[in-house]
């Protein structure tokens, strides 16, 4: 069912990159609850995109994520995560809009990362891209729709995505802490989007990965 989805989910992406008109790059959303599945399905996406001999770029937003000081509060967990968890106007303005523009960019970004809250740098260096991928949360806020040409959202139980996060435990957590953090900040913010946003409505395709 997974490789059938994947397969009808890159036709679907060609037909509309090659209906499209703009000289920008096309640019693909795909969203879904933490863990998912969504990395996964974009990396495979990447790689039959660009077997259609297209240059392919591809972007997380976990990159862009905020000390854990300002997204992980407890005073309204929920919206508090919402709102602050990445720095949306940094990775649009440095990054995908000047990519999608000129189809190519050379930046370097002083990124955080949360599990000791320290700043590194990442070059981001693209060149003649006709195809950007975006994969994270919150992608598919009402805010940031008109920044994607197709939208993608990958859904999922948070019970399923809850056992998939312990098991693969990329946050390096002791997994009482691990649950803790799920419960209070993660899935709590993701009732919130849905309740704001409403993201399936917004998706061009959704895929079920609940197994």
């Known amino acids: 069912m997974r490789n059938d989805s994947i397969n009808e989910l890159c036709n679907l992406i060609l037909r509309r990159f090659h209906q499209h008109r703009s000289g920008n790059a096309f640019t693909v959303a795909i969203s879904g609850i933490d863990a998912s599945g969504k990395s996964s399905f974009a990396t495979e996406i990447k790689y039959l995109l660009e077997e259609n ?54 930046v370097t970004a002083n990124l955080v990362d949360i599990k000791n809250d320290s700043v590194y740098s990442k070059q981001y260096s693209f060149k003649k891209i006709d195809i950007i991928v975006v994969e994270g949360i919150f992608l598919l806020m009402k805010d940031t729709l008109a920044f994607f040409d197709y939208k993608v959202w990958i859904d999922c139980s948070f019970k399923t995505a809850l056992q998939r996060a312990i098991a693969r435990n990329q946050e390096g957590l002791l997994p009482e802490q691990l649950i803790h953090d799920y419960n209070t900040f993660y899935y709590p913010a993701q009732l919130f989007h849905f309740k704001k946003d409403r993201p399936q409505t917004s998706a061009d395709f959704i895929v079920n990965n609940d197994t």
């Open 53 to 106: 001999n297209l240059n392919v770029a591809l972007l997380s937003i976990d990159d862009w994520q905020m000390p854990k000081s300002i997204s992980f509060l407890a005073a309204n967990a929920a919206a508090n995560f919402y709102h602050n968890a990445f720095r949306w106007n940094a990775f649009f303005d440095s990054l995908l809009i000047p990519l999608q523009n000129s189809r190519s960019v050379n």
